[in-house]
């Protein structure tokens, strides 16, 4: 018999993230080639949200979020590996257009 599939629903201020993988190598802006293998400390990263629970107020599934990735809490799914988070320890979520946005677009 085949176990039952179960969806997830995040609860309270929950946010669920898919982490944006750096697999590539950048580059600085003095054109200085960074290998992905080096760690920069506290660094921000992005990410999807791929889940919201029913008290957050200013994200939606689908968003792109900047946030810490050291001090949450890692969840794997059918191999994927998400970083779940409370709304508050966002920084930033990426919009096509707002009236107090900082100016920068991705």
């Not at 997830?8 to 992905?36: F, N, W």
Request: charged share 25%.
């Amino acid at each position: 018999m085949a176990e039952p599939k179960f969806e997830i629903q995040m609860l309270h201020d929950r946010v669920m993230v898919k982490v944006e993988q750096d697999t590539e190598e950048r580059r600085s802006t003095a054109g200085i080639v960074i290998p992905a293998t080096v760690k920069m400390a506290n660094r921000l990263v992005w990410g999807e949200v791929c889940g919201v629970g029913g008290n957050a107020r200013a994200v939606k599934v689908g968003d792109k979020v900047l946030f810490n990735p050291e001090d949450q809490y890692e969840v794997e799914v059918h191999g994927q590996l998400y970083l779940v988070m409370r709304e508050r320890d966002l920084h930033a979520i990426a919009t096509p257009q707002t009236d107090n946005g900082t100016g920068l677009y991705l």
